[in-house]
């Protein structure tokens, strides 16, 4: 067959196929200026004429030979045409940046070391001519190529796999300080660490100390006048050195700045031990066994500003906690009463209240991440439950088997651990998946005794936890927070 080409053909007389034969007589008759156009075009209709008298001349089978002397393979396929199955398509992308596109050639030549073989470069052309191979052979250079390809994705991905993989949680403590004496009751707070001064405070029977976190050092800050007293609460201010030490038996509070070793004024109203503070600014909020929650406002003398009625009728108030933004206040009680309350000193009233635990509710914690979301540990049901404190809906619970005695938020990840009291005496974290679903992700066992406190370090990575087995552990569970837009901002100006 010399020429097969159809004039209809959308194509005209590009779209012709030829024999390799024919193509390089023709190609020399027009390089020596042989034929002339009109001998050439009459040989081409005349080809065309024959064509559709017999079409299956173009189709023969692959023993049978061209008019050219060349195989033609069955199905529209000729030997001039690129072999898609013979074709490696990416070596050829490679041969064709080697020219100048594609960068250095030094590094080319690596990366082709790299993921082919030397063989593969130096034999593979950019299009293949040729006749097709079996389907094993075929499917045998797909799955070799497959295969390299993926072991090099697993290598370029492996550093950002590894990243979220090698996450350690640790299950020894970092840092062990002794705390003799301290109170075993899980109801009382005897330790917060200060986000200003970036320092431990611990209440041990009638003295208060300081642990310097930058350099280590503990100091004895100061001592309750009244020896048969005792310290039942401790709370810094948000900014500065000032910090609150609550009475166990006169049910006053005690402001003490730790930056001068002065004592700044002494706060009455409560009947009985103050067992929770929180503070707002420079209203200073505390709660008593006697069932009362006060606003102190700690920059005048007659400092009451308001007292909170109506949600606990009379039962001692276990945990006070204002969200994050500052503007409500979660109070909690022994009976399992959870109170929301609007942050103003001159509302009396709680904004809602429900009753979603059994027993005492000391661990109380805001989302920092999610507004309105408020989770809670009971220490009788043994149960940690998230809320949403807009209609006081419940979103997940899940049971510890264990005491809960104090609660902490991560600020960087969806995250909250959770201390704990008889039978496990260990620390958990637990992780918020979608859906509202906790998941324990570790339970960390350093503790011979309950855990009765806990606290968070400025950073947020660090918690201390203090037992009652006499020693102040600190765990670093929880990653580093992400700083915020505005925050970088600030810092860039």
Request: hydrophobic share 35%; charged share 25%; proline share 4%.
């Given at each position: ?43 081409r209709v005349s080809t065309s004429k024959a064509v559709k008298e017999n079409p299956k001349s173009i189709f023969m089978s692959p023993g049978k030979q061209g ?41 080319s030549a690596a990366l082709a070391k790299t993921i082919f073989t030397e063989s593969d470069v130096n034999d593979t052309k950019v299009l293949t001519v040729g ?74 029977n009638d003295t208060l100390y300081s642990w310097d976190a930058v350099t280590g050092a503990s100091n004895e800050l100061c001592s309750l006048e009244d020896e ?266």
């Amino acid at each position: 067959m010399e020429y097969a080409s159809s004039a209809n053909t959308p194509r005209g007389r590009a779209g012709g196929r030829q024999s390799l034969k024919n193509y390089s007589s023709v190609k020399r008759l027009r390089s020596e200026g042989g034929e002339d156009t009109g001998k050439r075009r009459k040989k081409r209709v005349s080809t065309s004429k024959a064509v559709k008298e017999n079409p299956k001349s173009i189709f023969m089978s692959p023993g049978k030979q061209g008019a050219g002397g060349s195989p033609v393979i069955k199905g529209r396929v000729s030997r001039t045409v690129p072999n898609r199955e013979q074709s490696n398509f990416e070596v050829s992308r490679l041969l064709l940046k080697e020219g100048g596109v594609g960068g250095p050639k030094d590094y080319s030549a690596a990366l082709a070391k790299t993921i082919f073989t030397e063989s593969d470069v130096n034999d593979t052309k950019v299009l293949t001519v040729g006749k097709l191979t079996t389907n094993t052979a075929v499917n045998t250079n797909v799955s070799v190529m497959s295969s390299t390809l993926r072991i090099t994705k697993t290598k370029n991905t492996s550093r950002a796999a590894k990243q979220v993989a090698t996450r350690i949680i640790p299950q020894v403590a970092e840092r062990v300080l002794d705390a003799p004496c301290v109170a075993d009751d899980y109801r009382l707070s005897l330790i917060d660490w200060s986000k200003w001064a970036n320092m431990l405070a611990v209440a041990l029977n009638d003295t208060l100390y300081s642990w310097d976190a930058v350099t280590g050092a503990s100091n004895e800050l100061c001592s309750l006048e009244d020896e048969s007293n005792a310290i039942s609460s401790v709370s810094w201010i948000q900014e500065g050195g000032v910090i609150a030490i609550g009475n166990s038996n006169s049910g006053s509070v005690l402001l003490y700045d730790a930056s001068r070793g002065k004592h700044l004024a002494k706060l009455d109203g409560h009947s009985d031990r103050v067992c929770t503070m929180a503070w707002n600014q420079h209203i200073l909020t505390t709660g008593s066994k006697d069932g009362t929650i006060i606003h102190h406002d700690v920059r005048v003398k007659d400092h009451i500003v308001a007292k909170l009625r109506g949600a606990h009728s009379g039962s001692e108030i276990c945990r006070l906690e204002y969200s994050p933004d500052f503007s409500y206040l979660a109070t909690s009680d022994e009976n399992g009463v959870v109170g929301i309350w609007d942050s103003s000193p001159t509302v009396h009233k709680p904004v809602r209240s429900f009753t979603p635990h059994t027993g005492p509710v000391k661990a109380m914690s805001w989302c920092p991440l999610k507004r309105h979301y408020l989770a809670t540990g009971g220490y009788q049901d043994m149960t940690l439950k998230i809320h949403k404190t807009i209609n006081c809906d419940t979103l997940c619970t899940a049971p510890t088997q264990s005491e809960i005695t104090s609660l902490l938020w991560s600020h960087s990840a969806n995250e909250l651990a959770t201390s704990h009291g008889h039978p496990s005496d260990s620390l958990r974290i637990w992780g918020v998946e979608k859906g509202d679903k906790l998941k324990e992700i570790a339970d960390i066992k350093g503790h011979n005794e309950r855990i009765l406190h806990m606290s968070l370090s400025p950073d947020g990575q660090t918690a201390v936890t203090c037992s009652a087995d006499e020693t102040i552990r600190f765990w670093k569970i929880f990653s580093e927070p992400k700083k915020s837009k505005s925050v970088v901002q600030l810092a860039i100006r």
